[in-house]
């Protein structure tokens, strides 16, 4: 799984920086399975797991300035100059990853709201 998601992250960044991309991959998959909901396993969510982690990935790197466009399998997203692609990105691994997990901020666990 975690070399899909570096390939990904290198396809929606559109670097082969592996370096940077390796620990920023390894901390999104760790974001991304915290939020799961305690009924959802990580095979449960497929292919979106991935895809969220490769985006949310792409996302803290291009927060850092560079991507205007992309291309991942059968997606492909073009941004308006100064569009803001970091929180395009994370829009979309948080469109994916729905289904799958708690609602981002505060919760308490064992309280429902």
Do not use: H, Q
């Amino acid at each position: 799984m975690e070399e899909r998601i570096l390939e990904l992250a290198m396809a929606a960044s559109g670097t082969g920086d592996e370096t940077l991309l390796t620990p920023l991959c390894a901390a999104a998959r760790r974001a991304w399975l915290v939020r799961l909901r305690e009924d959802v396993t990580p095979e449960d969510c497929g292919e979106a797991l991935v895809c969220a982690a490769a985006f949310t990935a792409a996302a803290n790197l291009a927060a850092g300035g560079g991507v205007a466009s992309f291309s991942a399998g059968d997606l492909s997203v073009g941004l308006r100059e100064g569009g803001g692609a970091a929180e395009n990105l994370r829009r979309a691994a948080e469109g994916l990853m729905e289904p799958y997990v708690r609602a981002a901020g505060l919760w308490v666990k064992g309280a429902e709201g």
